[in-house]
């Protein structure tokens, strides 16, 4: 069964859960909101396909990159609404145009599970879709219920490109191998990615900010394009019939501060396997950050193409599949040449998993405790003077930009 694996282990993919014939494996979440498959005794048949489809038990092939690019979005619509430099959006535009099915990570609010938000894996065939699956995400995604739909795709003949964490991925691809389906028509889309808090977190978050600003979250961004390229979140708020977007200061609520500082992570995401330069997705996506260092000569204030601060992507072409996506699907990118060296300067998720903090079991004990209120101050002390100074600064910003007219 399953359950033989531990749980600092197990990273909640739910591929054991999409692949029991029985039904006698679901994923319930623990007191901190972190999902973990539960078998129940009494349907399960011993037939071992759990653990054939466990990434964790059989471990996913993993690649040394073939190339690695500099890339953004040549659409300025599809630049601006992607958290960096919309290479997969760019990718999966022309995806769908050509027939193909992508699925990713969504925000559904009022999600039929009777909470006010879920992150969780869907399934997009039109352009309109696609918008749900851009920008960032800093929480763990459900996929096990899409991992059954991308197989009848496969076996329907149809291409797919999935994006994921890389545990998600992994989880994909065993899945498949316990369920001998072919997967030539599949392209996968790994994500840079330095670990996960649980989606139980932003629930208890985008809650306190319905409290505090007296009306519902209906949406929300981690990051606000309009404003730059990094952390400038926002959300949408309905009070009785009217709604508007409230923007916020970085550091304003503490969650970026959680979230950047790995306080609040899935205990597998400190000793995460795919956190280092072999990948097992067809290619890699994430921000190139410390570009303006490893190639000031690809920007615009260099003379070249990729505009820095509308965001650019890293994105690294792993096995001959990741190739062919790029070659074929590519189009709407504009892709210059770098290094896994240059990468490596500041990309930390292709070095190393984050190390676990020593003050993560006090955070999640006010999130149990206290509720997200509990895990803000905490931030607070944990800033002192430097959480008003950070504030002030970036509201004296945003007073600028608005006399500026932008």
């Known amino acids: 069964m399953i359950d033989r694996v531990e749980k600092k282990d197990c990273a909640g993919c739910g591929a054991c859960a999409a692949v029991c014939p029985k039904k006698a494996i679901s994923l319930q979440e623990n007191e901190d909101g972190f999902r973990f498959p539960v078998t129940d005794g009494s349907l399960c048949v011993q037939c071992g396909r759990c653990e054939a489809a466990c990434p964790v038990l059989e471990r996913t092939d993993r690649k040394v990159p073939l190339a690695v690019y500099a890339a953004a979005a040549g659409k300025e619509r599809v630049l601006m609404q992607s958290a960096s430099g ?225 965001g650019v992507s890293l994105m690294l072409v792993n096995t001959a599949q990741g190739k062919k996506l790029l070659d074929t699907y590519g189009q709407g990118l504009r892709c210059c040449p770098s290094t896994l060296d240059a990468a490596l300067v500041r990309g930390d998720a292709l070095k190393k998993p984050s190390a676990m903090p020593p003050e993560r079991d006090e955070v999640l004990r006010l999130l149990r405790e206290k509720g997200y209120e509990g895990a803000l101050a905490w931030v607070k002390r944990a800033m002192g003077a430097g959480y008003l100074k950070s504030l002030m600064k970036e509201k004296a910003k945003a007073v600028l930009r608005s006399r500026r007219g932008g």
Request: glycine content about 10%; charged content about 25%; overall charge positive.
């Open 86 to 310: 919309g290479a997969f959006s760019a990718l999966a535009e022309d995806f769908l145009r050509e027939g193909g099915i992508v699925y990713g990570c969504a925000m559904v609010f009022g999600s039929p599970r009777g909470q006010a938000v879920s992150l969780q894996h869907v399934r997009v065939s039109e352009k309109r879709e696609l918008a749900a699956l851009s920008g960032s995400k800093y929480a763990q995604s459900r996929t096990d219920t899409v991992y059954p739909q991308v197989r009848r795709d496969l076996l329907e003949g149809r291409k797919v490109l999935f994006s994921g964490t890389p545990c998600q991925c992994a989880g994909l691809r065993q899945y498949l191998l316990a369920e001998k389906t072919a997967a030539e028509h599949l392209y996968t889309a790994d994500i840079l990615c330095h670990g996960v808090p649980a989606e139980k977190m932003f629930r208890q978050y985008l809650d306190y900010l319905g409290r505090k600003y007296r009306g519902t979250v209906t949406a929300y961004q981690f990051r606000d394009k309009q404003r730059g390229f990094t952390y400038f979140p926002r959300f949408r708020l309905k009070n009785k019939e009217r709604e508007r977007w409230v923007l916020l200061a970085t550091m304003e609520e503490g969650y970026w501060y959680l979230f950047q500082n790995s306080l609040a992570n899935r205990e597998s995401c400190y000793s995460c396997p795919y956190a280092s330069a072999e990948r097992c997705g067809d290619i890699s996506l994430g921000d190139y950050w410390g570009i303006e260092q490893a190639h000031p000569e690809l920007l615009t204030s260099g003379g070249g193409p990729l505009q820095r601060e509308k």
